[in-house]
């Protein structure tokens, strides 16, 4: 019998960011994968609202409801074009180009935190492994959306003239959004050709939701934040809310390109203590990569790269590096056509809103 490849290389990854790892792929996970693919309903990724991947989840499991989701986005005609485009790349040492700057938008607690990724130290590295030029821009930790914002335009119009590809991770990601609902933000943005967006949590948290539920996580919350001498008043934006500042809609200039890295784990991919807790809480809504629901981060203007296995930070490291540096390495040759990734203003999902409310 031929053996059955992993989920990973089903998307494609059999070329030149063909995934290095020793791992002895599960035979139950490669089943999950395959009666995801055969499956006979919901053919089109459309027809996976979050509504409808929670159902499928309460009656298949939250394991087949995540697999079935990754396979309908890879083979989404909106997605599956670049998704092989990626999966093409080979990505040279030698992609230096004029005038370009990638800029991390770092996650919250990126200062206190640096081990779990979100400094974006591994975007980093492999811009410079490209010969890219790289910089964080330094927003606050713990900063309101309007602070981090106005760090992030300030940090804009300091290199006017620049071709900028914006990284953001986790909570950068609603800062950026938030940014470009601001007056003007359009002028403000004008340098940006590329947004990528790994994980970003653009329609709030779930995981912000569960911490302020209840007065004992609540408190542990706040002295946590206290301890390091922050305030919690971010915490409280990220929380799903029909009047939150994060449920208007995203305003994307159509001059910008954005690409959404997702991971999609399974509980069993998860190492990390916490984020296993964050999973359990978040998937009784859905598939989850431990920080989002997945319906939210599939719903998002632009492509995305479905990435099997990976957390919301996308660890483990050695596969996320290898798409990012892709993905970079693409928009430096003009691979990735504006047209796989259009922006304009579109309609709100309000997604995690909707359903945290039921």
Known sequence: MAHRPHPAQECGLNSGIALATNQTFDEKEDALIARAASHPEFQSLSELTAARLREISEREGV?????????????????SAFIGLINEQVPSRKNSVEDMVVAVVPAAFYKENPDSGADGKLILEEAARLGLRAKLIPLSSTGTLAENAKTLLDWLAGHHGEKIVLVSLCKGGADVKFA?????????????????????TLNSSPVAEWLLATKPRFFLAWLYCKCRGHNITFLRELAPSLHSPLSAPLKLPASIRLISI???????????RFMRLCYQRVSRHGPTDGGVLLADACGLLGVIYPL?????????????????AAVLANLTTGGIRA??????ET???GRTAQMLSV
């Open 339 to 344: 047209g796989l990734c259009s922006g304009n």
């Open 63 to 79: 394991d087949f409801a995540t697999a079935l989701l990754y396979d309908r986005v890879k083979k989404s005609p909106q997605h």
């Open 262 to 272: 997702v991971g999609f784990p399974l509980r069993r991919h998860l190492t990390n």
């Open 180 to 200: 470009l609902g601001l007056p003007k933000a359009q002028e403000q943005f004008r340098d940006v050709f590329a947004w990528i967006n790994i994980c970003g």
């Open 308 to 324: 099997w296995g990976a957390d919301h930070y996308l660890r483990p490291e050695s596969r996320a590096r290898k798409i990012i």
């Open 347 to 349: 309609q709100g999902t």
